[in-house]
């Protein structure tokens, strides 16, 4: 048994935290804020089974030329996002080519195909059954042509790594769907995903478990880390605490703040919104409106509308006008009802050039270890990495583990 420190409290953090007390350490986890306040808070909380291939960067000039002028609703930029982020962006524009894109998915639909068993556990445990919904995640097209296509990938995902779904035609989802107000092309409908009415809530009740069965959880800084004789130390709320190793899991901040230790690791910081909406009539499941970029999510505060994605810097004023045109577009689609009041939530996806999250010991840094980089599924896929670095840590690493390693992913 070894003391260990694990350093932020989102849901790759906890799980952390968890696998490693599972394996009879004594862990303290810490975070400026208390659990499940960040990005694992404001996440459109679907469990995506179906992601089994992470999302390359699109590489055709007709959709790079649309994003440029704004024309998609799924991505939006500042010039300052783009500079700032320029070297991580054109790693992951190398790495999204064909070939290197399905060497990355065999990888990263392994993660995903074990996520709801990986889940499940920790949700009986931590009894939140009650935040959990087993319908599926739909993709909803209201052109033809994109459900034909859509319907295409969907076979493909079968045939190549087993993801379970249903090609619906739009009449029949409506009736499926009461709550829709216009009758889409059609729906694919991916049956084996899960989803959280709370992504948050479900985050801190793992942190709670993690705390029943003896773990420590504190408010400390990530700045005051400090690399003692034999381990490392932090400030503590009643003075410093010292482990033997310590596990970064700091989700969009980890890059900036591995350079104190004189890692360059870039990433690519892909911004999001949320809003909810006093919806009269829910839709029984998450869905993604393809057209707009945005993804519905029935909610315990209401109906959840999360937005796609914004390459600006991560100090960059908050900017939802993604948020504001689909909610504009959105509403032929569902009646969303009235804005709830809420101050703007601004959560940022943590993502690697790669596509590949990054768990395991740093390189020539003894007892630094890091999980982070989950981009679009990291609340799907915090138990999962977990679960793999804690394996690692015991000294049996899996194939797995070592391909998501800083050791073979800094080269
Ligand atoms: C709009 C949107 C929708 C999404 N939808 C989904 C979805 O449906 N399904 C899915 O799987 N994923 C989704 N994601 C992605 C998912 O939310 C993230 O990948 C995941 O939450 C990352 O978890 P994390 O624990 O790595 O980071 P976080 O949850 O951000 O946790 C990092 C923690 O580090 C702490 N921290 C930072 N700096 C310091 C410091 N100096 N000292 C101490 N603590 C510090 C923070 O307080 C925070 O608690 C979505 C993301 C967005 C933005």
Redesign the pocket.
Known sequence: MSEILV???????VSTALALQARGHAVTL????A??????????????VEAAEPYPMPRDPMTLARMALGRSNDIAYSPAGLLHQSGALWRYFRASGPRRHKVVSQIYSQLTARATADHQPLITASGSENLIARDGLALLFRKAIDFDAAARAAEHLRAAYGVASRAVDGKAWQREEPALRLTPAGAVHYTGSWSASD?GGL?AAYADLFERQGGRILL????TLLRTGSGWQIDGPDGPITTKAAVL?????TGS?LRRFGLRVPMVL?????AHYDAPLRPRRPFLDADNGV?LSPMTRGLRM??GAALVPMDAAADPRQLRRAEAAVGTLIELGPRLEEPQWV????CLPSMLPMVGAIPAQSGLWVN?G?????????PTTATLLADAFEGAPSELQKALSPAVQMI
């Open positions: 350093l932020g409290a989102g849901m790759v953090g810490a975070d400026r804020r659990p499940g306040l960040e990005t694992s808070y404001g996440n459109a909380g679907v469990i995506q992504p985050t400390a800084d990530a700045k899991c700091l989700g969009p901040w703040y892909k911004r999001g919104y949320h993804v999360a937005s959560g940022t996806r943590p982070f989950h981009g679009h599924q990291g609340f799907t896929l915090g």
